[in-house]
């Protein structure tokens, strides 16, 4: 029953971390299906459906010729793609167990743990589903050619760390106004469908529209993102220092303010969550 507590390195406590944020980040994945293949298939699909659902409405009120010289439909998938991306990093992240859920209670388990495995896993699944649907409509349809492949997937990767720290912020909140949590999250994903930029570009868009979405980061990296990928669009009003001071800036927000609520929350507030 009693046993010694062993004395562990610096190294070895960092690799029975890293052993623990495996297993949870597994178990993340799996949390939406028991079956890792069907959800992947199933993030796929929100993906393919998005994409189409944009396709057909910018096509039918007449954007489709304001959109950039090239593939319509990869400029459409570029949107979307890091719309997706950071909206599932920030959903992942506020969702992780907080400091009164019941696996908390194991010794190897801590809130670190379950906010990196639940950030993890979601980029692994939005990775997998990007390289999929391309790989798809590049031997099926029509070959994709990407300017600079690497600048754009450090987007992709900037897109998720963006939505990291927002989720921070929700999670460090949630404790204390969990009902205005689910809001707030519900709000910034609706608003995100315009206010991320993905139905038009920056270049071509209305000075006054520009300045009203400025703020948004995400905006930032979308209109950033179709620079990298296509060889013909510079963009002029955006920039990727932005995003990454904001998001740097939020997440060490993020992690005081849930630093601060982990100290002071309460196994009882479950009950009002």
Known sequence: ??????????????????????????????????????ALALNML????????????????????????????????SGVFIFI????????????????DPMMQHAPMN???AMVSAALGSLYIQILSIIVVLTIY???????????PVQAFLMVALAWFNGLSIGLIFLALKPWFPQFTGIAQTVYTRANMFASGKMFVANSAPFYLV????????????????????????????????????SVVFTLLGLMA????????????????
């Open 138 to 148: 590049h031997i099926a349809f029509t070959p994709i050619e990407v300017h600079q």
């Open 46 to 77: 929100q993906v393919i459906i998005m994409v189409a659902v944009f396709y057909v409405m910018l096509t039918l009120i007449g954007l489709r010729g304001a959109a950039l010289r090239g593939d319509f439909l990869l400029y459409i998938m």
């Open 258 to 273: 849930e630093n601060y609520s982990r100290k002071h929350v309460s196994a009882s507030w479950a009950a009002r969550q």
């Open 211 to 246: 300045a009203m979405i400025s703020w948004n980061p995400l905006f930032h990296i979308v209109d950033q993102t179709r620079g990298f990928v296509f060889i013909n669009y510079n963009p002029h009003y955006t920039n990727w220092m932005y995003p990454l001071i904001f």
């Open 1 to 38: 029953m009693f046993e010694p507590k062993k004395k562990q390195s610096r190294l070895s406590a960092a690799l029975s971390m890293f052993e623990v944020i495996f297993h949870m980040t597994a178990h993340s994945i799996r949390s939406t299906h028991t079956n890792a293949f069907a």
């Open 85 to 100: 991306t950071n909206v599932k990093a920030m959903g992942a992240v506020a969702g992780s167990s907080g400091p009164s």
């Open 111 to 113: 809130t670190f743990v």
